[in-house]
């Protein structure tokens, strides 16, 4: 018996120690920082308009302020921490968005809503390819497939219980949780801060490239492969972002309980991604993460256009299913593929230009919302299914141009 439980020890044990210690906090920190992000921002709208009495034009502003200025910071705060190191950018973005929260819990005029939300977005996007690009630094090549790939599962751990969590303390003070989220983020930013201090890690190193930021700027211009992939990412996001934007108004009008079933449909979709994320980027490891991202963007497109033929709960478990596969396959490969295609010492700013990504999450719920209201929403579905389809034209010239680099090198080298 003391043998088994040696041995189940030592798993453990060995599981832990192939991650370095500050992956595991950030790990951690992705879990309760995303959950308390989905405790508060879902309800957002909602809080505006019940307590602030904000006309629906300036809650959509304030709504779409966060992804829009995050769509350019990211590329800013990914140069920042090539030039001047990981930790500075992390503990200052983690701390800001600690002090939005707070603010959240005090503001009383739409201005300062919609000033902090622009903070909130451009902090997240400072923070977000800071995070990853530390990820690959403390992580060996092989191992950083899994490391995204249990980031993206933490994201979804905090996406499955943030809501419930939200919508059980909105009944009882709306404001306490705006207080809670920014504690778990200013405790977040305080652990961070002391092991980044403890390992020595993540300050600016002198060999780091000093390069301007228009210097960073024509290097990725330069970079067709990242082009590429990020005009495929931002044609995914427009069909992705129909799922909380424009779906749910579908469900509604074409299905009894439509938003009784689109809640059910989220609960699978979180739960089908913390469960089969890591059996199924096992297997995703062994092809290329281009071929993997072509293949996700079949399910998921097949999974947008069955939602357009939706009659009943098998149809919408289908087609939430077979999304929920292609989000699986696609979001852990794009990271894998920027760190692939990122020089060592540009990695932040390969990371940053990933946000650019966001395009399609702002432009997405604003193209799907004019197709159902014109076209309805099995129009507006299907034709938001082939726009995601279309990604694959890029991730295959994509693919061509990565390969082409890495003969290049291998002749050089």
């Not at 304030?62 to 990981?86: K, N, W």
């Not at 919609?114 to 902090?123: D, M």
């Not at 939200?166 to 306490?176: D, M, P, Q, V």
């Not at 990371?351 to 193209?367: D, E, I, S, T």
Request: net charge positive.
């Amino acid at each position: 018996m003391m043998g088994k439980k040696g041995n189940e020890l030592n798993t453990i044990k060995r599981y832990i120690g192939q991650f370095h210690p500050i992956v595991w906090v950030l790990l951690t920190g992705t879990i309760l920082s995303r959950g308390a992000m989905f405790m508060t921002m879902p309800f957002l709208a909602i809080y505006l308009s019940r307590t602030i009495d904000m006309h629906p034009l300036l809650i959509g502003l304030t709504v779409g302020i966060s992804p829009l200025v995050a769509t350019a910071g990211g590329f800013v705060g990914g140069h920042l921490s090539d030039r001047y190191g990981r930790k500075p950018i992390l503990t200052i973005s983690l701390f800001t968005i600690s002090l939005v929260f707070f603010g959240f819990s005090l503001a009383t005029h739409p201005v300062w809503f919609i000033v902090l939300n622009a903070l909130n977005g451009l902090s997240n996007s400072f923070f977000e390819p800071t995070s990853q690009a530390l990820i690959a630094d403390l992580t060996e090549k092989k191992k950083r497939m899994k490391a995204y790939s249990l980031r993206y599962t933490a994201i979804n751990i905090g996406a499955a219980v943030g809501p419930l969590l939200g919508a059980y303390l909105a009944n009882i003070s709306a404001e306490s949780t705006f207080i809670i989220t920014g504690i778990i983020y200013f405790a977040y930013a305080l652990a961070l801060t002391a092991l980044l201090g403890r390992f020595q890690l993540g300050a600016a190193a002198s060999d780091k490239l000093k390069v301007t930021f228009l210097d960073a700027l024509n290097i990725v211009k330069k970079d067709s492969a990242l082009r590429y992939l990020i005009f495929g990412i931002i044609l995914i996001n427009i069909g992705y972002s129909q799922l909380q934007s424009t779906l749910p108004m579908h469900l509604e009008e074409s299905l009894e309980n439509g938003v009784y079933i689109f809640s059910i449909l989220l609960s699978v979709n979180a739960t089908m991604v913390v469960f089969l994320q890591m059996p199924v980027s096992a297997i995703a490891e062994r092809f290329r993460p281009m071929h993997v991202m072509v293949f996700g963007s079949l399910l998921m497109m097949t999974g947008l256009a069955g939602f357009g033929f939706t009659a009943g709960w098998f149809l919408s478990l289908l087609s939430v299913a077979l999304l929920t596969m292609g989000e699986i396959l696609i979001f852990p490969a794009n990271s894998v593929l920027i760190d692939r295609l990122a020089p060592e010492r540009l990695r932040g700013i390969y990371f940053g230009a990933g946000q650019f990504r966001k395009v399609g999450n702002f432009a997405g719920p604003v193209l799907g919302g004019f197709l159902f209201s014109e076209a309805g929403g099995s129009v507006m579905l299907w034709t938001v299914s082939i726009i995601a389809l279309a990604s694959i034209i890029f991730f295959s010239l994509g693919n061509r141009s990565f390969i082409k680099v890495e003969a290049d090198v291998a002749k050089t080298g």
